[in-house]
T-cell receptor, first 116, second 111 residues
Framework: GAVVSQHPSRVICKSGTSVKIECRSLDFQATTMFWYRQFPKKSLMLMATSNEGSKATYEQGVEKDKFLINHASLTLSTLTVTSAHPEDSSFYIC????????????FGPGTRLTVT | GQQLNQSPQSMFIQEGEDVSMNCTSSSIFNTWLWYKQDPGEGPVLLIALYKAGELTSNGRLTAQFGITRKDSFLNISASIPSDVGIYFCAAKTGANSKLTFGKGITLSVRP
């Protein structure tokens, strides 16, 4: 299957700082990437849909100024958590949708963010 | 928001047994997907289904896309310890549309 990478896999930051998470599709082009947040023992919660070359579409209740998304190329999307607070601590997962068949979504390995 | 229905939340089986998981929706979807997630990892795609009535296998896994396009099931045959994990069903309406997820079923396999 297609490979999606995320970097970093784990990050610890202080309250008030910003953290950038990268999502890359390694062997396919992705016009659309998705960012999810997952709480312990819960399902994935979609935060935003990122389209290459255009503004991201945020889900209801997700602050776009706090979670900045940039999809600069067909293989890279970034999520920046600005002015992080402890309640932003979570598991963040991206997925990438291929441009060609079979149009599947492949997930990255996730990034564990801990804000102290 | 909209969500797929998966239950029970947890399943416990003996190694070697078969297990079946169901996923239902009140809405019609055009693609159904089954993912497995291990702790601390991202979900891994197991099987994708594109046509109503389609039955697809991947090794010991078999999944079917319901004829009404409102449900799907996943069968795991002859379970082994590494089948332990959380199994999510997901579905979408269009090629690059967002996925709707179930809550997941945590599978435990007793040796």
């Amino acid at each position: 299957g297609a490979v999606v990478s995320q970097h970093p896999s784990r990050v610890i930051c202080k309250s008030g700082t910003s953290v950038k998470i990268e999502c890359r599709s390694l062997d396919f082009q992705a016009t659309t990437m998705f960012w999810y947040r997952q709480f312990p023992k819960k399902s994935l919660m979609l935060m935003a849909t990122s389209n290459e070359g255009s503004k991201a579409t945020y889900e209801q209740g997700v602050e776009k100024d706090k979670f900045l998304i940039n999809h600069a190329s067909l293989t890279l999307s970034t999520l920046t958590v600005t002015s992080a607070h402890p309640e932003d601590s979570s598991f963040y997962i991206c997925s990438a949708g291929s441009t060609g068949l079979p149009y599947e979504q492949y997930f990255g390995p996730g990034t564990r963010l801990t804000v102290t | 928001g909209q969500q797929l229905n998966q239950s029970p939340q947890s399943m416990f089986i003996q190694e070697g047994e078969d297990v079946s998981m169901n996923c239902t929706s009140s809405s019609i979807f055009n693609t159904w997907l089954w993912y497995k997630q291990d702790p601390g990892e991202g979900p891994v795609l197991l099987i994708a289904l594109y046509k109503a009535g389609e039955l697809t296998s991947n090794g010991r896994l078999t999944a079917q896309f319901g004829i009404t396009r409102k449900d799907s099931f996943l069968n795991i045959s002859a379970s082994i310890p590494s089948d332990v994990g959380i199994y999510f069903c997901a579905a979408k309406t269009g090629a690059n549309s967002k996925l709707t997820f179930g809550k997941g079923i945590t599978l435990s396999v007793r040796p």
